[in-house]
T-cell receptor, first 114, second 111 residues
Framework: NAGVTQTPKFRVLKTGQSMTLLCAQDMNHEYMYWYRQDPGMGLRLIHYSVGEGTTAKGEVPDGYNVSRLKKQNFLLGLESAAPSQTSVYFC?????????????FGPGTRLTVL | GQQVMQIPQYQHVQEGEDFTTYCNSSTTLSNIQWYKQRPGGHPVFLIQLVKSGEVKKQKRLTFQFGEAKKNSSLHITATQTTDVGTYFCALLGGNFNKFYFGSGTKLNVKP
């Protein structure tokens, strides 16, 4: 996983509850991403960050907030969970260079909202 | 946002048969990436294609980028059970910070 960890691995929430997912990297990469993956669909970008203190919206940002206070950590928050947010959430870091542009994904967080 | 169409959605093959998945875009792409996701796992980067008409090989996997840079394919020769998983293409969006993924092709290989 190129040093990308996600906490927690599994979580069950009730509608309206809140939670924070943590993505941590043990390197010093600038770019970090949050995706959600639903059955039969590819990964959809929720939010991303190009560096400490910066965040930006992806394809499906509604209902989520993010923060990147420390370079190593990218947090994804659900303020009031809805059943439509049941999904597998993946965090990724990006290594971009002259001849290479690669994303390394964390192991994922499986979230169920009842 | 940008979209890339990926076909087929599913493919079931007998071990030893070949497999191909295709990604098509209506716009010219700066590059395209391919990922593999094993069942229950996370996506793993396979390769990036940048040049028009580029062909790259990794053992039994052959990746192609179209001459017009609007389509790409991944071909697996003589599939093995270890090839089981979902294969995704991904493109880099216009601001060069966002990635857009295809819906994936799920490959099942019967031994």
């Amino acid at each position: 996983n190129a040093g990308v960890t996600q906490t927690p691995k599994f979580r069950v929430l009730k509608t309206g509850q809140s939670m924070t997912l943590l993505c941590a990297q043990d390197m010093n990469h600038e770019y970090m991403y949050w995706y959600r993956q639903d059955p039969g669909m590819g990964l959809r970008l929720i939010h991303y960050s190009v560096g400490e203190g910066t965040t930006a919206k992806g394809e499906v940002p509604d209902g989520y907030n993010v923060s990147r206070l420390k370079k190593q950590n990218f947090l994804l928050g659900l303020e009031s969970a809805a059943p439509s947010q049941t999904s597998v959430y993946f965090c990724a870091i990006r290594l971009a260079g002259d001849s290479k542009d690669t994303q390394y994904f964390g192991p994922g967080t499986r979230l169920t909202v009842l | 946002g940008q979209q890339v169409m990926q076909i087929p959605q599913y493919q079931h093959v007998q071990e030893g048969e070949d497999f191909t998945t295709y990604c098509n875009s209506s716009t010219t792409l700066s590059n395209i990436q391919w990922y593999k996701q094993r069942p229950g796992g996370h996506p793993v980067f396979l390769i990036q294609l940048v040049k028009s008409g580029e062909v790259k090989k990794q053992k039994r996997l052959t990746f192609q980028f179209g001459e017009a840079k609007k389509n790409s394919s991944l071909h697996i020769t003589a599939t093995q059970t270890t090839d089981v998983g979902t294969y995704f293409c991904a493109l880099l969006g216009g601001n060069f910070n966002k990635f857009y993924f295809g819906s994936g092709t799920k490959l099942n290989v019967k031994p």
